[in-house]
């Protein structure tokens, strides 16, 4: 059948083209409006006839919109930030795949790889603003060796300084105990708390048997709470303030509840120290967030983009590397300056951005972005010595667990000792299994055997925080090890970090998918042998 396009070329601009109309769209206008019924294939042969243009044009090829991008770029902003802000400034179609693609083409990366070849390179990222403080630290002893006889005395010297002071700062009750190895310094011994807020976080949540997701939410309920009644600080709210905010906590939270509702005052009272040991540290949260400086506002303030703050950060990382650097604390505030000193004069950038001096308004507000990058630079080291460590020691006995003296239901009771001086009775035992276990279920036979390669499929997980994709890949796995598997899962994705990759594996049944968290090798081969002869799927967060 011949149909006649006369007189329609104008309408089919404007629906096709200029109002933005699918061609079903389009289609069913000229059905309802003109009884033009053409087949599909007839309407593409007639634009093409027509020589409309092309209704998708790549992204790349708007100019406004790829140089706001470079200027964001420029500016240290989040690739989720950037996204919103060009969504709020009119750029509405561009999504988060297209952004990624935009940016590789025009080689504006936020981040590098941080592991290639096996070899260990300078990661940059500029939303991670985590403290690595109280992380313990290993250090290769043949690393040590390298050092000359002189560096190893003065640096043995400075920390028996510290650790001296440490102990004469214990004695005086000037400091609280230390539960880890801080800073090379050992753990204090086993001890009862000297007053309430020794008691630990951990040990807080366990008091009000809090798991993981539990206690996350309480967390975030104080936090909105807090906001609500403009509590920032304990003090600065007053006894009767404070307490309306903790009580109307124990409320609204159905999952603690029952620990405020026994009669025994010991246990109440042991109980209130916990909460409130969460609930400071959840106002202490607030306080610091208002004056968090993160590495973007660093780079910021020093004027740099990311590929320059890349460059310079690498700088000073090489030089904590060759210095055989462990931390701040140990090395001390003169061979810190020292090192700071050096990394200025091997960077020309920075003696530009420093020049002016004191003539600078701002030169104080760069001194201390300067500090901040360097204190950055200084928590990767420690995480990727960590990593060396652990790869040069594995299957190294673990240590010894440190005893803390009695525990009831699986706690301290040191923290109620604090509290309450007259605890006379131990709170009641939660009864466990203490039977015999059936060998076959710790028999390594047990285990599938699974022929190299394997395929399995990765999933990623809809609360990841990066969403690069693709959402669905495939791997194959050799080894059934958790640490093979988080490999495989980066694999693809340089810039995540192996070992805050979060796995769980996925079972399909008629009632739908259910997801199994995978934390070690056990948890893994009790999931592959749940899904022997099917092909594995594995859910990843990064």
């Known amino acids: ?150 560096v190893l005395q003065k640096r043995r010297a400075w920390h028996e300084k510290l650790e001296a002071e440490s102990l004469e700062r214990l004695e005086k009750r000037t400091r609280r105990r230390r539960t880890k190895e801080y800073a090379g310094l050992p753990p204090d011994p086993p001890a009862p708390p000297r007053f309430p807020s020794e008691t630990t976080l951990e040990e807080a949540k366990n008091i ?10 309480l967390r975030a309920k104080f936090e909105e709470i807090c906001q609500q009644h403009s509590v920032l600080k304990k003090t600065e709210a007053g006894h009767d303030k404070w307490n309306l905010v903790k009580n109307q906590l124990i409320d609204e939270s159905p999952t603690i509840q029952h620990h405020f509702q026994v009669s025994d005052q010991q246990l109440l009272n042991h109980n209130y120290l916990a909460l409130e040991m969460i609930c400071n540290d959840v106002t202490k949260r607030l306080r610091t967030m208002k004056k968090t400086v993160t590495i973007a506002d660093a780079k910021n303030v020093l004027g740099l983009n990311p590929e320059q703050g890349r460059q310079i950060k690498a700088a000073f990382h090489q030089i904590l590397r060759d210095d055989h650097f462990t931390s701040k604390l140990e090395a001390g505030p003169e061979h810190w300056a020292e090192l700071k000193q050096k990394w200025l004069n091997q960077v020309p950038l920075l003696q530009e951005i420093l020049a002016p001096g004191g003539s600078d308004l701002d030169h104080g507000k760069k001194v201390k972005a300067m500090e901040h990058l360097c204190r950055d630079v200084m928590k990767r080291l420690r995480d990727s010595q960590t990593r060396e460590a652990k790869r040069h020691n594995t299957g190294a006995s673990p240590r010894p667990a440190i005893s803390q003296g009695p525990t009831y239901d699986g706690i301290s009771t040191l923290a109620s ?28 036979s047990n285990y599938p055997s699974y022929p190299a390669p394997t395929p399995i499929y990765f999933r990623l997980s809809p609360t990841s925080q990066i969403k ?60 592959l042998r749940h899904v022997e002869g099917k092909t594995p799927t594995f859910v990843v967060g990064f």
Not at 208 to 217: H, M, P, R, V
Not at 474 to 493: I, K, M, W
Not at 497 to 521: A, M, W
């Open 417 to 444: 000792q604090a509290l309450a001086n007259t605890i006379s009775s131990p709170l009641p035992t939660r009864q466990h299994y203490t039977g015999p276990i059936d060998p076959d279920l710790l028999s390594e």
């Open 468 to 527: 690069t994709p693709p959402a669905v890949w495939v791997a194959t796995l050799t080894t059934p090890t958790v640490s093979t598997l988080r490999s495989l899962a980066v694999e693809n994705r340089p810039y995540a970090d192996v070992e805050r990759v979060s796995v769980e594996g996925l079972i399909k049944g008629e009632g739908g998918e259910v997801k199994v968290t995978i934390g070690d090798d056990e948890e893994l081969g009790a999931y």
């Open 208 to 217: 009000l048997q809090l798991d993981k997701s539990t206690y996350a939410n």
């Open 1 to 150: 059948m011949v149909y006649d396009w006369d007189g329609r070329r104008e309408t089919m601009m404007d629906l096709y083209i200029h109002q933005g109309k699918s061609l079903e769209e389009v289609m069913e206008w000229f059905k309802t409006n003109q009884n033009f019924t053409p087949s599909k294939r007839a309407f593409q042969t007639q634009i093409k006839r027509w020589n409309f243009p092309a209704k998708h044009v790549p992204i790349h090829s708007d100019a406004a919109l790829v140089e706001r991008i470079r200027q964001l770029w420029t500016q240290n902003v989040s690739q989720k930030n950037m996204l919103l802000t060009l969504h709020n400034e009119g750029f509405q179609k561009i999504t988060e795949r297209e952004l990624t693609r935009v940016r590789d083409r025009e080689n504006l990366k936020l981040r590098v790889a941080s592991v290639k070849n096996g070899k260990d390179k300078f990661i940059e990222n500029a939303e991670d603003t985590t403290s690595s403080a109280q992380r313990e630290v290993f250090i290769d002893e043949h690393s040590k060796s390298e050092l000359d006889e002189e």
